[in-house]
């Protein structure tokens, strides 16, 4: 499992669109949340402070609608437009206490009752300059007041009475939790959408470069020959580089291919007259200059055939189908050998090599024609897909091709030397004993493997794995 969300995470990070998306979500995520914390400490402090200056001005009610009796008594009845000053144990109180000792009496809000509200010294919480003090007090029921409070000198004869306003601390907590929840909500709700529209956004931007990696994987399938340059102008540079990259590749494989034909052509008419001495001079001597002169033919054409594999190994242009190729080279054999049933299992019909058709043709007729030469009245050929150990599940790209016949086959010991250049286990079979390394060397330029065994028929099983395309 930890392997396994490695690899997850380590594809993640060459994805250009989740890197982007990733890196967005990210900002967007610490946006919010600054928003957040920003926009909650505002809408506290601007709370708080509603909160004081509503106390503030109860305060300022309740001063103006008390006074002092001749006899010294407080006196007053003030309305201070809240209701729940009128409701018991609401959280939300007033009083008026003396403080000089010729002042009597006691003034108290309806829901204040027999409560008795601690009051802090003022070493505790001093008065400001407007004379005016305000602190937090806890009451025996566990109610948090915050308590606004003046002293208040009533008449000329230096009178002084305490007012305080009360009001329920809790109220503002609660209205601050609420508004932070609702908060909450509304920009968690945004950031999705931001992220979704982000992320759409995003994809939307990256569509012309997956045209490019569709329109690439066209050209390597055979279904188009250049990137469609009518591309945004950030991008539009790689699909002409990536155009002038196939056209170099097409004029170096037709320059490989017109020296290859030069080349080809120009040993041709030696090569002719010195078998065509051989012939004249007859004998072992001229047995032997046909025999070299043919060997030397087989060898040219290898090597030709190798620099023009070499050439366009991994090209993006040249492909295949396979079935065609293998029904062809059927036709041909049973044609070739009328005393041979030649027949064709195939498991595999939508192979498509990841090569040129000619290489192909060349591959299994070198086979084929071995398998003729050697079988006694049976040729199976059959085409399946071959799984590489390191590809994941179902993923065909390479193609197997069996040839078997029921000839006499080789002993174990023989099939490894078989395969060397110019050995022939059989001397009595005309040839140069360069067929299968032929094969061979072509099989392992496509990056194949070439591997012989006992047929099921009786005789040799050769078997070719070749790389196909993925669609």
Known sequence: MPLFSGKVFALGLRSLALRVVTLSTLWVIIA???VATLIQSLYRDAAERSFQSLLSAHLYSLVGAVSLTPEGELYGKPELGEIRYASADSGWYWSVDPVSASVRGHLGSVSLGSKIIPVKSVSEAPFDQSFMRSYVVQTSTGEDL???ETEVVLDSTDKIARFR???NLNEVKEE?????NRLYIYLGLFGLGSILINAAIILFGLRPLDHVRRTLADIREGRSNRVDADLPLE??????????LIENNHRI??????QVGNLAHSLKTPLSVLMNEGRNIGGRQGQLVIEQSDAMQVQIQHYLQRARVAAQRDSVVFRAPVTPVLERMIRVTAKLNPHLKVTFSNQFPAAIFAGEKEDLEEIVGNIMENAAKWGRSKIHLSLRAAQKPDAGEGASNQFEILIEDDGEGLPADKMAEALKRGKRIDESKPGTGLGLAIVQDTVREYGGTLGLSKASL????????LPAVLS
């Open 165 to 167: 306003v009360m009001g």
């Open 253 to 258: 494989v037709e320059r490989s291919r017109t």
């Open 176 to 180: 601050i939790s609420d508004f932070r």
């Open 146 to 148: 915050s308590v606004v």
């Open 32 to 34: 919010l949340v600054v």
């Open 458 to 465: 009786g005789g040799l099983a050769v078997q070719i794995t």
């Open 235 to 244: 991008i539009a540079p790689l699909a002409q580089e990536m155009n002038a």
